[in-house]
T-cell receptor, first 109, second 114 residues
Framework: GQQVMQIPQYQHVQEGEDFTTYCNSS?????IQWYKQRPGGHPVFLIQ?????EVKKQKRLTFQFGEAKKNSSLHITATQTTDVGTYFC?????????FGTGTSLTVIP | AAGVIQSPRHLIKEKRETATLKCYPI?????VYWYQQGPGQDPQFLIS???????DKGSIPDRFSAQQFSDYHSELNMSSLELGDSALYFC?????????????FGPGTRLLVL
């Protein structure tokens, strides 16, 4: 079956440092979406990437979709304590939709 | 802005009991997805509905069933509950059918099976 893996599983950074999470799928995705889930909360949509090689930015967040549409990355510049949470990528083909394993980010003030 | 509503927010059941979770999508959203999220795990896709018809099935156990009604709300029915069913159950809704559009998640229903 399709698998969407993310690395690292956990990341602790000092406030102000950069952070990157990588998402890899075993199959080509039609699109990829990124979500942030705070502890005790629900996944909140961040962005959707559709085109091969697409790069999108949201303030300090940069999202990239690989050329083969099988991988993606989320990069946060100069992390802040408000960035704490688990970041999930999610994508699929057809009608199936799979979440990645998530990267839990801790920001140390 | 209106969001996805789920009820109840918390539910405690005993083994072998049944439970019904409800989801009210964002107005004008016609697609509903159900997910199960265990502690420290990623959300696992269970089932989805588009225009009141089942559109896809994921890892939903045979003990569970779901449907989408004429007003687009959806219910997840869980029978013969097991301890391992304890989890957070999310409903998400989107506009237009699959392939995937942006999914907006509800706050979740936390189910505890004793």
């Amino acid at each position: 079956g399709q698998q969407v893996m993310q690395i690292p599983q956990y990341q602790h950074v000092q406030e102000g440092e950069d952070f990157t999470t990588y998402c890899n799928s075993s199959t080509t995705l039609s699109n990829i979406q990124w979500y942030k889930q705070r502890p005790g909360g629900h996944p909140v949509f961040l962005i959707q990437l559709v085109k091969s090689g697409e790069v999108k930015k949201q303030k300090r967040l940069t999202f990239q979709f690989g050329e083969a549409k099988k991988n993606s990355s989320l990069h946060i510049t100069a992390t802040q304590t408000t960035d704490v949470g688990t970041y999930f990528c999610a994508g699929g083909t057809g009608n199936q939709f799979y979440f990645g394993t998530g990267t839990s980010l801790t920001v140390i003030p | 802005a209106a969001g996805v509503i789920q009820s109840p927010r918390h539910l405690i059941k005993e083994k072998r009991e049944t439970a019904t979770l409800k989801c009210y999508p964002i107005p004008r959203h016609d697609t509903v997805y159900w997910y199960q999220q265990g502690p420290g795990q990623d959300p696992q896709f269970l089932i989805s509905f588009y225009e009141k018809m089942q559109s896809d099935k994921g890892s939903i156990p045979d003990r569970f069933s779901a449907q989408q009604f004429s007003d687009y709300h959806s219910e997840l029915n869980m029978s013969s509950l097991e301890l391992g069913d304890s989890a957070l159950y999310f409903c998400a809704s989107s506009m237009a059918g699959p392939p995937q559009e942006t999914q907006y998640f509800g706050p979740g229903t936390r189910l505890l099976v004793l």
